[in-house]
């Protein structure tokens, strides 16, 4: 039982904006993005980067098409520093890519950040420092005064140490740490100060990025704070609007959206998530979220896959597979009533159509992700996944009421084993039913009927082969399958009626084949289906009504077909001819 806790926690305080306009904004464009992988996500893990797979994420990030990337914090430790350093000294940061680096409102820690900046085009320099209540009582042991003192000071500096190297483009940018947990006066007031130092102008903005360090609230009320900084702050045509989120109570996509309709131009966070406790936000997935509004966010994951296991090898961290967007099974449907609907939306798309897939948001194609695992099969399928696997893999376009037919057969199979079945033991199991490899091809002589006896029609002759057992068989009829099935009905002394009839042919060229699918009734008794596949289409269907009859029971069934059956029809069938 959980503790009652009314009394150790505090519920966060709304904000008192009656006229907010954010909830009626649609997002038109992208923001501007800011990886911060290679700082807020590289503090967080397990073992941070070493300076190869710092440089395979920073290039992934330039590929991806990054053009603000966080690539360190210099002044943490030697391997930070010398990564900036390798990167300016090497050349490896292209012209329209800028670099940004993070430090402490502490001198030491600043002036070693802007050393290592030295001979940089460009550079965009983050300063922090705590604003929240709690770090200011806690940490840091300063009152309002003194907090704005120290944000101030550093800003200063800043100005100062750019002044000295003037041959770096400088944008500044400061981070109210902890303005989620922050009163919004006191953010105004810090952030106005700052922005006072640095004197920004709408041609050389500076930067001002207010992050939920810690998720504190729903997201509509951060979008609210937003909006209040948004409208409040001073020199707002002077500023980049950024917005930094994590993802503590698992809000952070929504916060992060939220804030950019409320007025943020620049979003920050790390690839799939990753970061501080439980992640900053995850760019991938507000870039996808835009591309899916048709919006382009001006990102390139059309290879995902790659990316993730770039970013698993850097941050050494798998990715959940139910990630959006990148996990292995969010193509992926179990469902009956899911596979179904994709399979009918599959066959009703026609090329140019608006993307509007049930439980598919997006074209796995667009990310470099195949059809082929849109649909797996278990317990929790119907017909319509498996029929989905063996069109797709196979080629097998099964008539409805076979589908419903085999399905019974593989929910036998499912139920028994509890496994999930993939396409090619779906194929298997239809081979072994259906007695695709093990039904012999019929011999048999077609005669037309003698100039003015079309009434007669054709007579046909044939040679079974049923398990060793020969069976000869004559007959008449409208064509050569209406005639075999005639004499094969005299020779076994069993009625059969064809219901349906549909064929279609399988591969291309010299492997192209034919399948029939027959659904008979027999002795009118029985309705079921028969399945022939063959490279002549008259072979495929008189097989198709050998395999309908021998499901029945009323024709013999090759031994090792009935030792390989699997459930359902055939296992119950006796030799009768
Ligand atoms: C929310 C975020 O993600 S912010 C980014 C956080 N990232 C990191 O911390 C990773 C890189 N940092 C580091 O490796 C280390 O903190 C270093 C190397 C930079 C500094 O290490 P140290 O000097 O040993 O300081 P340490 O981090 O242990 O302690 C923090 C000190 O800075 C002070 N401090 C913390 N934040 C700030 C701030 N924003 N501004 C000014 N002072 C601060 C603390 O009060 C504390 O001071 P104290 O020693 O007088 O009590
Ligand atoms: C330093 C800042 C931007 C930060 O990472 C945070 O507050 O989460
Ligand atoms: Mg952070």
């Not at 998720?215 to 500023?239: G, Y």
């Not at 382009?296 to 770039?310: C, W």
Request: aromatic share 8%; hydrophobic share 40%.
């Amino acid at each position: 039982m959980l503790k009652q806790p009314a009394s150790k926690y505090a519920s966060f305080k709304p904000v008192h904006l009656s006229d907010r306009t954010w909830p009626d904004v649609v997002l038109t464009q992208a923001p501007i993005w800011l990886s911060t992988d290679l700082r807020d996500g590289n503090q967080a893990l397990i073992e941070p980067m070493d300076i190869e797979r710092k440089l395979r994420m920073f290039q992934m990030l330039v590929k991806i098409g990054f053009k603000e990337i966080e690539v360190g914090f210099p002044s943490a430790s030697q391997i930070e520093f010398d990564f900036v350093r390798q990167l300016i000294d090497g050349n490896l940061i292209p012209d329209d890519v800028t670099i940004q680096v993070l430090m402490q409102a502490r001198e030491p820690l600043i002036r070693r950040t802007f050393e290592s900046l030295q001979g940089a085009q460009r550079a965009i320099v983050h300063l922090y420092n705590a604003t929240a209540p709690v770090m200011r009582r806690v940490v840091l042991g300063m009152d309002e005064d003194g907090i704005v003192e120290l944000a101030v000071a550093n800003a200063r500096l800043f100005r100062e140490l750019a002044a000295q190297q003037p041959a770096t483009r400088w944008t500044f940018q400061y981070s109210p740490e902890m303005f989620s947990g922050t009163e919004l006066e006191f953010s105004r007031r810090v952030v106005d100060a700052v922005t006072e130092v640095w004197q920004p102008t709408p041609q050389h903005k500076c930067i001002v990025n207010l992050p939920s360090t810690v998720e504190h609230s729903t997201p509509n009320i951060f979008a609210d704070m937003m909006e209040w900084m948004h409208r409040h702050l001073a020199r707002r045509d002077s500023i980049v609007l950024s917005v930094h989120p994590h993802n503590d109570r698992g809000t952070g996509t929504a916060a992060g959206e939220f804030a950019l309709m409320a007025g943020a131009d620049r979003i920050e966070g790390c690839l799939f998530g990753n970061g501080e406790r439980t992640g900053n936000l995850d760019l991938v997935n507000v870039a996808l979220n835009l591309y899916t509004q048709g919006v382009s966010p001006g990102l390139d994951f059309s290879e995902i896959d790659e990316i993730r296991r770039t970013v698993e090898h850097c941050n050494q961290l798998p990715v959940h597979p139910r990630h959006p967007y990148v996990g292995d099974l969010v193509y992926t449907s179990f469902s009956g009533s899911h596979q179904d609907a994709i399979k009918k939306a599959f066959a009703a798309r026609r090329e140019g159509d608006v993307w509007d897939m049930p439980y598919l948001p997006i074209d796995p194609k667009d990310l470099g992700r195949s059809y082929e695992a849109v649909i797996r099969v278990n317990s929790q399928s119907g017909k319509g996944g498996i029929a989905y696997l063996l069109e797709s893999e196979f080629g097998l376009d099964l008539p409805r009421r076979l589908q419903v037919e085999f399905s019974h057969a593989v929910q036998a199979v499912m139920d028994a084993s509890g496994k999930e079945l993939t396409a090619h033991d779906l194929w298997q199991m239809f081979e072994r039913e259906y007695g695709v490899k093990t039904i012999a091809a019929p011999r048999y002589q077609v005669t037309e009927p003698a100039h003015g006896a079309a009434s007669q029609g054709v007579a046909l002759v044939a040679d079974l082969d049923l398990a060793g057992r020969p069976l000869k068989i004559q007959g008449r009829g409208t064509g050569p399958i209406d005639a075999f099935i005639q004499g094969l009905s005299r020779a076994t002394g069993q009625g059969v009626r064809v219901l349906d009839y549909r064929q279609h042919s399988v591969g291309a060229g010299a492997d192209a084949r034919a399948v029939a699918y027959m659904e008979l009734r027999i002795n009118e008794e029985r309705t079921l289906f028969g399945v022939g596949m063959d490279a002549n289409i008259v072979t495929a269907s008189l097989k198709a009504v050998v395999c309908g009859m021998q499901r029945a029971g009323v024709l013999a069934v090759p031994e090792d077909r009935e030792n390989a059956a699997p459930s359902g029809p055939a296992r119950a069938i006796s030799a009768a001819v």
